[in-house]
């Protein structure tokens, strides 16, 4: 006999064990895309408590939709060994690119941040960071859905001792922390410089060098990092993206080890 009881008391139980074991995290990174993925499964890999929060259902970003919906992604030289460690398949181009299936890649990256005990919330957005001593060491967390409703519902707050914004185009949260707390970054002007129009190749190159410690203990990365610091967006090449991750990665480790 199935005890209906029984399996929601298992879903419960095991959710709740996932959240009481991010109260405390070593690196909380906001954006399940594929800057965020890569950082927070290469983190988790070498056994940091990591924690992902992703606003919307499936966690992916803007990857699953390759370019303007046709599912293929483009690849440079440079980012290869990275889909390598992720297992993603990829097919080589007379011209120096690669290209794999974006439904695939995405998979992988997902995957392989779980399988590396990554805590992935999906539904969850982050609404502000907690701020205390000139440094972030914190996420405001609630529900989408209460967000989007507009219900007036008390989010509930988890520590980190790095919080990464790689929540892509909008880089809401780092927006948020220059509105709310007025601090200074380390940007070109000190302030949230704003995304610059289309050009890849320029942009690629940004998206990694802007992807820093850009306030204490908060880091940037992806196209968030772009957003922050004034550089180029890039349309669908997404290796940028990826060493954008891994040096996110190499950054925050450095700091948690630092204290
Ligand atoms: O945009 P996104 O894929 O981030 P990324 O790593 O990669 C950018 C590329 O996908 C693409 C590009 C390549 O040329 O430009 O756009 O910079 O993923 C960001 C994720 O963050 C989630 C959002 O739903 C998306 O899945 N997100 C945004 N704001 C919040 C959030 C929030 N406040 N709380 C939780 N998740």
């Not at 995957?111 to 805590?119: D, G, H, L």
């Not at 007036?152 to 948020?176: C, F, Q, R, W």
């Not at 772009?226 to 891994?246: A, E, H, K, T």
Request: include cysteine; charged fraction near 20%.
């Amino acid at each position: 006999m199935l005890d209906d009881t029984k399996v929601s008391e298992l879903i419960i139980d095991e959710y709740f064990k996932k959240l009481k074991s991010s109260l405390h995290l070593d690196a909380a990174i906001v954006g399940a895309g594929p800057s965020g993925l890569v950082a927070a499964t290469l983190l988790a890999r070498d056994g940091f408590n990591v924690a992902v929060y992703e606003s919307k259902l499936a966690p992916g970003g803007g990857m699953w939709g390759g370019g303007m919906m046709f599912n293929e992604i483009v690849i440079q030289r440079e980012a290869l060994d990275i889909l390598k460690m992720f297992n993603v398949r990829l097919k080589e181009h007379d011209n120096g690119y690669y290209t794999c299936d974006s439904v695939e890649c995405t998979s992988a990256l997902i995957n392989s941040a779980v399988n590396s005990k990554v805590k992935l919330f999906n539904l969850v957005k982050v609404v502000d960071t907690v701020f205390k001593d000139d440094a972030v060491c914190g996420l405001v967390i609630n529900w989408t859905p209460v967000e989007h409703m507009g219900l007036h519902v008390d989010p509930i707050t988890v520590y980190s001792k790095v919080v990464m914004d790689a929540t892509g185009h909008p880089a809401e949260l780092a927006n948020t922390l220059v509105r709310k707390a007025g601090v200074k970054l380390n940007t070109p002007s000190g302030g949230f410089e704003g995304e610059r129009p289309m050009n890849a190749e320029v942009g690629e190159r940004q998206t990694v060098e802007n992807t820093k410690e850009i306030y204490n203990n908060f880091f940037v990365s992806g196209m968030a990092a772009n957003g922050v610091c004034g550089g180029f967006r890039m349309g669908p090449i997404f290796g940028g993206m990826l060493l954008s991750g891994q040096k996110a990665y190499g950054l925050m480790k450095e700091r948690i080890k630092r204290g």
